[in-house]
């Protein structure tokens, strides 16, 4: 059961992937946190990007090293 519950989570994944893909994410989208948060927002939405799910993250900061 484990098995096929991997292989589903898998399969859902490269679905988000390939929509990443063809939305052109990996090459066009900005190298900071919002385009990386984007990019795997829509990879983790898996085959939901077909169904009008359009995922964006707009607004991130990362924190800051202690003086």
């Known amino acids: ?3 096929l ?3 589903i989570v898998l399969i859902w994944l490269v679905v988000g992937a390939v929509a ?3 939305r052109d994410y990996f090459d066009s989208a900005p190298t900071n946190c919002a385009g ?3 990019i795997a927002l829509t990879v983790v939405a ?3 990007n077909y169904l009008g799910l359009n995922p ?3 607004d991130c900061e990362l924190p800051q090293p202690s003086p």
């Open 56 to 58: 964006k993250v707009t």
């Open 5 to 7: 519950l991997g292989v």
């Open 46 to 48: 898996g085959p939901l």
């Open 20 to 22: 990443a893909w063809q």
């Open 1 to 3: 059961m484990s098995g």
């Open 36 to 38: 990386t948060g984007t």
